[in-house]
């Protein structure tokens, strides 16, 4: 169903975020967000304890993608109302790691800003490999774009990276934090080698590549950290690999993947956006009789 937003939203008229969430190989990016997420202790707690994505990961990659695409891509009406809904859940989010002893809650801005700086990150990471070139002010400007939708669930604005360098600052501050725990490693094992469940089987074999593209991306003292070191011809075969399936992200079952994976709602708000405006036809008439 066509979606018409009501005003520019939060980031419009022409952010750069647009260009990058809607690139194909951002799904690629969410993959890679994933396992950085999964070795912050309490972010991954917090995932473990209540969620129930080990039996249906599909859910939770679409909840997660809609609330990005309703934040950076939805009118303003939109992404207050996703950013309560989120709110809402996270109060209900608390608990004691089992890794550190420490308790943890969702409403912790610390924790808050670890998953939206992996995401965020990670969308530009994959566009830097399978998109067009972006100058430093853009990607500066993009970072600055997330430090809004980073602050929507409560974590002060400016807390939140807002250029390259601050984001790179972030990542080294938080860098000795990370671990990976058995929870950890099953959802790390999701992305780099995810069993043939009924709910992907279908979409099996660009998940499997995806999600190896997805480790090539990761940054080798993280991966070092989460255990999936490989070599750079692997990483290069990878990425290599997964260029032809978002060559050819608009076929049938590819544009299916999409749409199971990320949710028909994510795909029509990203389109809503990324689409040719139709010509007004009263401009149009206007410029033929001006002829």
């Known amino acids: 169903m066509s979606v018409q937003p009501k005003d520019d939203g939060l980031l419009g008229p022409d952010p750069v975020a647009w260009r990058v969430i809607g690139h194909p190989g951002a799904l690629i990016g969410g993959l890679r ?56 859940r996270h109060r209900k989010v608390k608990g004691v790691d089992p890794v550190t002893g420490q308790r943890y809650s969702a409403e912790d801005p610390e924790t808050q800003l670890w998953v939206h700086g992996t995401e965020w990150h990670s969308f530009l990471a994959a566009y830097r490999v399978f998109g067009p070139s972006l100058s430093p002010a853009e990607e500066d400007r993009y970072f600055a774009e997330g430090a809004i939708i980073g602050s929507l669930l409560g974590t002060p604005r400016e807390m939140v990276p807002a250029s390259a360098a601050e984001m790179s600052a972030f990542f080294d501050r938080v860098q000795p934090q990370l671990c990976v725990s058995e929870a950890a490693r099953a959802a790390i094992d999701f992305v780099a080698n995810p069993r043939p469940t009924r709910d992907i089987l279908p979409y099996y074999l660009p998940l499997r590549v995806y999600g190896s593209a997805a480790v090539a991306l990761v940054p080798g003292e993280i991966r070092q950290i989460a255990g999936l070191e490989r070599s750079r011809s692997a990483d290069a075969a990878a990425i290599a690999a997964a260029r032809p399936f978002l060559a050819a992200a608009q076929l049938p079952l590819l544009n299916r993947l999409a749409r199971a994976v990320v949710g028909r709602k994510t795909i029509d708000l990203i389109d809503s956006r990324l689409r040719p405006t139709p010509p007004d036809p009263a401009i149009e008439l206007g410029l033929r009789q001006a002829a």
């Open 33 to 88: 967000s994933l396992i950085l997420q999964s070795l912050h202790p309490h972010a991954m707690a917090g995932v473990d304890q209540h969620s129930d994505y080990a039996h249906r990961p599909l859910d939770r990659l679409q909840r997660t993608t809609y609330y990005v695409a309703a934040t950076a891509y939805g009118d303003r009406e939109t992404a207050a109302r996703a950013a309560e809904h989120v709110r809402l």
